[in-house]
């Protein structure tokens, strides 16, 4: 299958909308924002258990509003080893009270001060569109850094440690950066599932 038309991004988050777009590109697809075809909508509530019924229920919700188009979605959160039971699927609303980003990382670096630093970054792309749905799933394995580094991206880009490099995420130009990332393992999955040429 040849798919010559441009993904759909369902998604009110400008920073993840963005990285989905340069993922996307560095897999070799264009992608765009569903506000360049429509206005902005308000999201359904997501659940607290499952990343992919997160997903589908954002992709479900903009295909209903434009039934021709390839819409994704993302769920993604992070998982602490020193922490399993927490984080996860719920990532961004217990974090959420750190609106700065600064205080954000320093404070995901203080909790794992002395403990393990393991840190898995989890994403479910679901694809609504061809009369199917897909759901493609990748994952970054990594470390938290013990300070932040770099200047080639922003959020947890500044702490994520990549074991092979020794450097953080934003500390790579994007040809190292973009194959490592969650997303894009997610976008590459989905592609594979899909069967596109």
Do not use: W
């Not at 264009?30 to 429509?38: C, G």
């Not at 990748?138 to 880009?157: K, M």
């Amino acid at each position: 299958m040849e798919l010559k038309q441009p993904f759909v991004i369902a998604s009110n988050n400008h920073f993840k909308t963005v990285e989905l777009i340069q993922c996307f590109n560095f897999c070799g697809y264009q992608a765009i924002s569903y506000l360049d075809l429509i206005a902005k909508v308000e999201f359904p509530n997501e659940g607290t258990d499952d990343y992919g019924s997160n997903a589908l229920v954002k992709a479900r919700f903009i295909a209903k509003l434009l039934p021709n188009e390839l819409v994704v979605a993302d769920d993604s959160g992070m998982i602490l080893e020193a922490y399993p039971d927490q984080f996860g699927v719920t990532t961004a609303r217990e974090l959420s009270e750190y609106r700065d980003l600064d205080q954000l990382n320093r404070h995901i670096i203080k909790l794992v001060d002395g403990k393990s630093r393991g840190v898995k970054m989890l994403s479910y792309l679901a694809m609504v569109g061809l009369a199917e749905e897909y759901i493609g799933v990748g994952q970054f394995n990594g470390e938290i850094a013990f300070n932040e580094a770099g200047n080639n991206g922003s959020s947890f880009d500044l702490i994520l440690k990549d074991l092979n490099s020794g450097k953080t995420l934003a500390e790579l130009p994007d040809s190292q950066k973009l194959r490592l990332l969650h997303r894009t393992k997610a976008i590459q999955n989905l592609i594979e599932k899909i069967g596109v040429a």
